[in-house]
């Protein structure tokens, strides 16, 4: 299994930029997705998930509002769209995949992780 994450960059603050990450699961559509960031220096932190079952979301509060995580079952993909960027979200961003069902913000029962692209903001 592969999570292949892509769309990181350099922006200004306040700029908007998409991730995706494409999955190699054969019943993608089951599983639950997130995203997660670690900052320099810092432990990764939950940033969002969506559910398999009903496409649920569920958001860290620092990113509510801005950022939308979203799904496509069709293309194995999920996205991460993310606007008002602040300095404070450069990270690097992993998409990861769960078994479990519904919104999942625990790292330990995600099953599969991308390998991180990294997002940096500057003021």
């Known amino acids: 299994v592969q999570l292949q994450a892509s769309g990181g960059g350099l922006v200004q603050a306040g700029a908007s930029l998409r991730l995706s990450c494409v999955a190699s699961?054969?019943?993608?559509?089951?599983?639950?997705l997130g995203w997660f960031r670690q900052a320099p220096g810092r432990e990764r932190e939950f940033v969002a998930t969506i559910s398999g079952s009903d496409g649920r979301t569920y958001y860290a509060d620092s990113v509510k509002d801005r950022f939308t995580i979203s799904r496509n079952n069709a293309k194995n993909t999920v996205y991460l769209q993310m606007s008002d960027l602040k300095p404070e979200d450069t990270a690097v961003y992993y998409c990861?995949?769960?078994?479990?069902?519904?919104?999942?913000?625990?790292?330990?029962?995600?099953?599969?992780w991308g390998q991180g692209t990294l997002v940096t903001v500057s003021s």
């Open positions: 990861a995949a769960s078994r479990f069902s519904g919104t999942i913000r625990r790292e330990a029962l995600y099953d599969y």
């Open positions: 699961l054969r019943t993608f559509n089951m599983y639950t």
